[in-house]
């Protein structure tokens, strides 16, 4: 069974196909958005490896020509010489502005591929093709496209909507448990930041989701696709309300910083501390129920993932230099730090103006030195 998710947003509508089996259909999904019959695939070497031959025969049974271009995985392939050497594969290919890029993997390949797409000849056509479960609820859907620069995550990007989003459910049967959980943290996002009711479902349901159990996986990803599109069509370019889908990400992103965007902490476990970190912050500041950050602390640990500092390599970290890791954060307006917090489960808002001696002071209690 296919569900399709619409992303409303007028002439750059698009679709958001999530399912088993839609690896196979990619070649008569993308044909009516080819101008000539052939595809560039940027994917990276484990995604290609696994999945590759199958998405290759999907667009041969078409008469699609792929060309692919497989890239190294990993963070630091999101960056400018990654790009770089990107747009130099896609030049030496003759692209132009009438052929379509397919980016076939996880977040960073997203990224990467979609920022590529965004700025080639001046824009050309993306599809994308989440691997991930962190993709495929999140990065694949609203068109956010980025590298990294040394100073700091996603600094350099594009808003460049997809043209099709297919999130097959198969291809996460090769994803290793941990990027499970780290997408699940994203899953959670949803439930936590504008809809207890799926909270609670997650609360009975997350084992089944993380077991990959075909009817929970289908339900959380087609909900979370859902919030996702219904959010970036009221607010496309992040204005407003579509802040609330970083939830946790202020914290999250000083940490990442601490641990050098390494695999000593992957983006997904970054994000779930950093939404048991805001949660509480939230409760310390009074907005929030304490219980209510229990249960969301909770949720989060019931799934393997961190929920503080202490679970985070490199413990213990200064707090001075997080919050100064928060204040370089592309949302921090005026030198005013920016949060996502809630006040309560379900309920996020945007906390502009927050007090940097008071997140100081919180991370002191939460371990920090
Ligand atoms: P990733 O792309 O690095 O993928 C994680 C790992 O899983 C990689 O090693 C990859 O090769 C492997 N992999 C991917 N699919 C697989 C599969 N089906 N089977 C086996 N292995 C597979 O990481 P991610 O977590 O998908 O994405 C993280 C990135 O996404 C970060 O750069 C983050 O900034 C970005 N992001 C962007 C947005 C957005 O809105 N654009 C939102 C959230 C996150
Ligand atoms: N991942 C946050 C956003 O798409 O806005």
Redesign the pocket.
């Known amino acids: 069974m296919t569900a399709t998710v619409a992303v409303g947003l007028g002439e750059r509508a698009y679709e958001v196909l999530i399912g088993p089996g839609l690896l196979d259909q990619a070649g008569e999904r993308i044909a009516p958005l080819l101008k000539r019959a052939r595809v560039a695939v940027v994917s990276?070497?484990?995604?290609w490896g696994?999945?590759g031959a199958r998405l290759s025969a999907a667009f041969e049974r078409a008469a699609i020509a792929v060309l692919p271009i497989v890239v190294t995985?990993?963070?630091q392939t999101?960056s400018f010489a990654g790009l770089a050497e990107l747009i130099d594969r896609l030049l030496a290919l003759e692209l132009d502005r009438g052929d379509l890029i397919t980016a076939f993997?996880?977040?960073?390949?997203?990224?990467l591929a979609?920022f590529a797409a965004a700025i080639f000849k001046r824009g050309i056509d993306v599809v994308q093709i989440?691997?991930?479960?962190?993709?495929q609820v999140?990065?694949?859907?609203?068109?956010?496209?980025?590298i990294?620069t040394p100073r700091g995550?996603?600094l350099v990007?594009a808003f460049h909507q997809p043209r099709l989003v297919l999130a097959d459910l198969d291809?996460?049967?090769?994803?290793?448990d941990r990027?499970m959980r780290?997408?699940y943290a994203?899953v959670i996002k949803y439930g936590l930041l504008g809809d207890l009711k799926f909270f609670e479902w997650l609360e009975a349901h997350g084992a089944q989701v993380l077991a990959r159990e075909p009817a929970a996986l289908a339900r959380a990803v087609a909900r979370c696709v859902e919030m996702k599109a219904e959010i970036v069509a009221q607010d496309e370019t992040e204005q407003g309300r579509r802040a609330l889908?970083n939830l946790g990400h202020t914290f999250g992103h000083a940490l990442e910083s601490e641990t050098g965007h390494s695999q000593a902490l992957?983006?997904?476990e970054a994000?779930a501390a950093g939404q048991a970190l805001a949660f509480r912050f939230a409760a310390a500041q009074g907005f929030c129920a304490t219980g209510e950050a229990r249960r969301a602390t909770d949720a989060i640990a019931a799934a393997g993932l961190p929920t503080g500092l202490s679970q985070v390599p490199g413990h213990p970290f200064a707090a001075d230099r997080l919050v100064r890791h928060m204040a370089q954060d592309k949302k921090a307006e005026g030198g005013k730090l920016t949060f996502i917090l809630a006040r309560g489960l379900g309920r996020a808002f945007v906390a502009k103006d927050v007090d940097a001696g008071a997140v100081t002071a919180f991370l002191l209690t939460e371990g920090a030195c």
């Open positions: 990276d070497e484990t995604v696994l999945h995985p990993g963070e999101k993997g996880g977040g960073v390949v997203g990224d979609g989440p691997t991930t479960l962190l993709a999140d990065s694949s859907v609203g068109g956010k496209t980025a990294d995550k996603n990007g291809v996460l049967a090769t994803l290793p990027e780290a997408g994203e889908l992957l983006h997904g994000v």
